[in-house]
T-cell receptor, first 115, second 113 residues
Framework: KAGVTQTPRYLIKTRGQQVTLSCSPI?????VSWYQQTPGQGLQFLFEYFSETQRNKGNFPGRFSGRQFSNSRSEMNVSTLELGDSALYLCASRRTSLSSYNEQFFGPGTRLTVL | ELKVEQNPLFLSMQEGKNYTIYCNYSTTSDRLYWYRQDPGKSLESLFVLLSNGAVKQEGRLMASLDTKARLSTLHITAAVHDLSATYFC?????????????FGQGTILTVHP
């Protein structure tokens, strides 16, 4: 069974630009969450999407947005990039059925560097 | 707001020794996870702990959960070099925050020969 996939794996952007990251969940998983990992702040929750609806949101500015498509694939967008947005962005998927542990499985991440 | 604290943050161990990583969290939750991260890699799921008194073991690692004390432990038995990595605990927010994980700072484990 294929795991969570994320594209691209590496990105270099300059301040002020915008970026879109993509995540394909494990087949059958309907929830996709996004996390940001930085050396200073650690792992922080960005948002979760389920059935194309944002279900939870972390404490990030409105420059960070996301969406989910009918096939459960998700994208996140960061507009007006700042140097502090340089991070590893991790996507996680889970099944969300009542009988499962609802364990989140993480993708390989997208390493974003803002210059 | 849910807060999760791990200690120690850095752990240097000799091979063959035992040690425990602690994970404390601030509000009630019935769902706690342990993950491993190798340098430059993503998070690998180790354990899912769902109820008070839950204990899970895999190889040299054993995790437990005490929901009343809001404490989870990850015990390492007879450490080997391959266990060198960063270990994170993560707590599910529950209720309206179900599925939102709050992570500890991570424990960087280095096992020396």
């Amino acid at each position: 069974k294929a795991g969570v996939t994320q594209t691209p794996r590496y990105l270099i952007k300059t301040r002020g630009q915008q970026v879109t990251l993509s995540c394909s969940p494990i087949s059958g998983h309907r929830s996709v969450s996004w996390y940001q990992q930085t050396p200073g702040q650690g792992l922080q929750f960005l948002f979760e999407y389920f059935s194309e609806t944002q279900r939870n949101k972390g404490n990030f500015p409105g420059r960070f947005s996301g969406r989910q498509f009918s096939n459960s694939r998700s994208e996140m967008n960061v507009s007006t990039l700042e140097l502090g947005d340089s991070a590893l962005y991790l996507c996680a998927s889970r099944r969300t059925s009542l009988s499962s542990y609802n364990e989140q499985f993480f993708g390989p991440g997208t390493r974003l560097t803002v210059l | 707001e849910l807060k999760v604290e791990q200690n120690p943050l850095f752990l240097s161990m000799q091979e063959g020794k035992n040690y425990t990583i602690y994970c404390n969290y601030s509000t009630t939750s019935d769902r706690l996870y342990w993950y491993r991260q190798d340098p430059g890699k993503s998070l690998e799921s180790l354990f899912v702990l769902l109820s008070n008194g839950a204990v899970k073991q895999e190889g040299r690692l054993m995790a437990s959960l005490d929901t009343k004390a809001r404490l989870s432990t990850l015990h390492i038995t007879a450490a080997v070099h391959d266990l060198s990595a960063t270990y994170f605990c993560a707590v599910d927010g529950g209720g309206t925050s179900y599925g939102k994980l709050t992570f500890g700072q991570g424990t960087i484990l280095t096992v020396h020969p």
